[in-house]
Every structure is written in C-alpha cells, then in structure tokens.
C-alpha cells in the first residue's frame, strides 16, 4: 500500500502565496508521474497539474502561469508552488500516484482557503 502525505494548507489572502508538499512511502517514487487535484465545495475533482518521471509539466489553463509543479526523487517528494492566489483556489487539494487508465493512489488532501 502506497501513502502519500500532503501538508502546507491553509488560510491566506488573494495575492498571496502557498507551498504544498506530498510525500510519498514508495521506494520507486522517481518511476511514476504525479499530479495534484483540488476539490472545491459541490464540484467534481479537477487536475490541477502533473509532472512526469522525466519532470516534464503541465497545468490546467485556471492556474498555468501562477503554480509549479516540481519533485524531488531524493525526497520522494512532489510540490506545488502556488503564487497569485485567488479564491477561486479555495479547495481541497490531494497529489495523486498516477496509474495506468486513470488508477493510482490519493494523499488524503490539504485544505487551501483564499480569503478575498
């Protein structure tokens, strides 16, 4: 069973800035993409971003431009800077293992509420 820990949530205002992290128990962290999600209130899921073994990115149009995505394979680690915050980025966010076929395994997320 593969755990995955998020931390780095919290209440900040609009212009501000926010660092997630998720760490993860797999000892072959480095041979799997990752992703981060949110989840705001009565809306589906939605991907945020992923990084790829070979750390090649990509966001959603919402927060390209704002967020990074970056891991640390040393660290079995994977982050989220998000900059420019808005409250619309108010959500639960979880980091994902990404399987094949849209398996994998969830962290248990990490509350972010951006006060307007």
């Known amino acids: 069973q593969v755990q995955l820990v998020e931390s780095g949530g919290g209440l900040v205002q609009a212009g501000g800035s926010l660092t997630l992290s998720c760490v993860a128990s797999r000892i072959n962290f480095s041979f799997y993409t990752m992703g981060w999600y949110r989840q705001a209130p009565g809306k589906q899921r939605e991907l945020v971003a992923t990084i790829t073994t070979g750390a090649r990115t990509s966001y959603s149009d919402s927060v390209k431009g704002r967020f990074t995505i970056s891991r640390d394979n040393a660290k079995k680690k994977v982050s989220l800077q998000m900059n420019s915050l808005k409250p619309e980025d108010t959500a639960a966010y979880y980091c994902?293992?990404?399987?094949?076929?849209?398996?994998?395994?969830w962290g248990q997320g990490t509350q972010v509420t951006v006060a307007s």
């Open positions: 994902k293992e990404e399987g094949p076929r849209g398996s994998g395994y």
